[in-house]
C-alpha cells in the first residue's frame, strides 16, 4: 500500500508528537512493562470502579462484579485474539506463514469486537453463578466499558500504530519513519490522522451521553447496552474507513468495518425487541429468588442454628393474647 506524499507543516502549527519509548525495562534482562497494558489495565480497573457504583446502587452485593469479571476478563481477553486472527488469516496462515504464532498473543494483536463476544459469554456464565441479570449488568457496564476503551486507544498511540490517513490537519499525528507501521513512498515527517484521538474523543462524549440516558431516559432490559453498541460502532465505521493498517478486506470494506456495521444493527435489534418485550422498569438487578438481602439479615446457611420462620401454632397465639390481656388489666 503507497500514498502520495503530504507536506507536514511543522513551521506553521503544533503536531501531536508520539511518545518515543512504549515500555519500560524493570532491569536489564528482567520483565518489560509496556505502556499499553497499562492503558488496558487501567481501563478494566475504571470500568470495575463505576459498573460496581452502579450495580450497587440498583441493589445489588458490593463488588459482585468482582466474581462477574473473573470470568468475564479472562474469556474476552480470549475472544479478542481469536476475532483477530480470524479477521486477519492471511496474516498467519498460507505459504510461509508460522500458524503457531496465531497463539503469541504477546506479539500483539486483539480486536474489540472479539473481547465484547468473549466478554459477554463470560459475563452470562458470571451472572448465572452470582444471580444477577444479565442484561442488568450489561447497562450497568456500559458507561465503564466505553471509557475503558479510550483508555485502551492511549495505549494505541504509545505503540505508534493504528493510524490513520496522511494529513495536512494542524492537529495531525506525528509518526517515526523509523517505526515499523510507518508506510513506504512517504517522507519523513508526514504526518497523519490521529485516529486514536478521535476515538477517545467520541468514546469519553459516549460515557456522557450513556450516563445521560441511564438517569433521564432509565433505559433498562439491555437498551442502554444497545445504546453503547450503536453509538461505539458508529464511530468506528468512520475511524476505521480511514486507518491504513493492514487489514483483510471484504467486498470492498475493511473486516472491521463490517463489525462496526454489525455492531450498530445488534445495538438497534436489542433497543427494539427489548423494548417490546419489557414494558415496564426492572423490579431488581437480580433474579426472583436470588437476591441478595444484606448485612443485618439472618441467613440459614449463615449459622449453625436452624431459624425457625414458621408461624407460631394458634394455641400458642390465643395463651400469648390471653396473657397480655390479664397483664393490662392487672395494670
Not at 91 to 104: D, M, R, T
Not at 246 to 274: E, F, H, K, Y
Request: charged content about 15%; proline content about 6%; glycine content about 10%.
Amino acid at each position: 500500500m503507497t500514498f502520495a506524499p503530504t507536506s507536514a507543516l511543522h513551521g506553521v502549527f503544533a503536531s501531536i508528537p508520539s511518545p518515543s519509548v512504549s515500555y519500560i525495562d524493570l532491569w536489564s534482562g528482567g520483565p518489560r512493562i509496556h505502556f499499553y497494558a497499562l492503558c488496558i489495565i487501567a481501563g478494566i480497573i475504571v470500568a470495575v470502579l463505576l459498573t460496581n457504583y452502579r450495580l450497587t446502587k440498583r441493589g445489588a452485593e458490593p463488588w459482585v462484579v468482582i466474581d462477574i469479571c473473573l470470568l468475564a476478563v479472562p474469556i474476552a481477553i480470549v475472544g479478542a485474539r481469536i476475532y483477530h486472527v480470524l479477521t486477519h488469516w492471511s496474516f498467519y496462515f498460507g505459504e510461509g506463514k508460522n500458524p503457531l504464532s496465531a497463539l503469541f498473543i504477546w506479539e500483539g494483536g486483539i480486536a474489540i469486537y472479539g473481547a465484547l463476544i468473549g466478554g459477554a459469554i463470560g459475563a452470562l456464565l458470571g451472572c448465572r453463578w452470582t444471580g444477577i441479570r444479565f442484561w442488568s449488568f450489561a447497562d450497568a457496564l456500559a458507561p465503564g466499558l466505553i471509557i475503558a476503551q479510550a483508555f485502551g486507544r492511549f495505549g494505541n498511540w504509545f505503540n505508534q500504530e493504528l493510524f490513520g490517513l496522511p494529513t495536512d490537519a494542524p492537529w495531525g499525528l506525528e509518526i517515526d519513519s523509523s517505526n515499523p507501521a510507518f508506510p513506504p513512498g512517504l517522507a519523513p515527517g508526514t504526518l497523519f490522522q490521529p485516529t486514536f484521538l478521535y476515538e477517545v474523543i467520541w468514546n469519553l462524549l459516549g460515557a456522557a451521553v450513556l450516563l445521560w440516558a441511564g438517569r433521564h431516559l432509565r433505559l433498562q432490559w439491555g437498551r442502554l447496552f444497545g445504546l453503547y453498541l450503536i453509538w461505539y460502532s458508529a464511530g468506528r465505521i468512520v475511524w476505521e474507513s480511514i486507518r491504513i493498517d493492514p487489514s483483510d478486506v471484504i467486498l470492498g470494506l475493511r473486516t472491521n468495518v463490517w463489525a462496526a456495521i454489525i455492531g450498530v444493527v445488534v445495538g438497534a435489534v436489542i433497543m427494539i425487541v427489548q423494548r417490546r418485550r419489557h414494558l415496564g422498569y426492572e423490579p431488581s438487578p437480580y433474579w426472583p429468588g436470588r437476591e441478595w438481602a444484606g448485612k443485618g439479615t439472618v441467613h440459614s446457611q449463615d449459622t449453625n442454628d436452624f431459624v425457625d420462620v414458621s408461624e407460631p401454632p394458634a394455641s400458642d397465639v390465643t395463651e400469648s393474647v390471653g396473657n397480655a390481656t390479664s397483664t393490662s388489666a392487672a395494670k
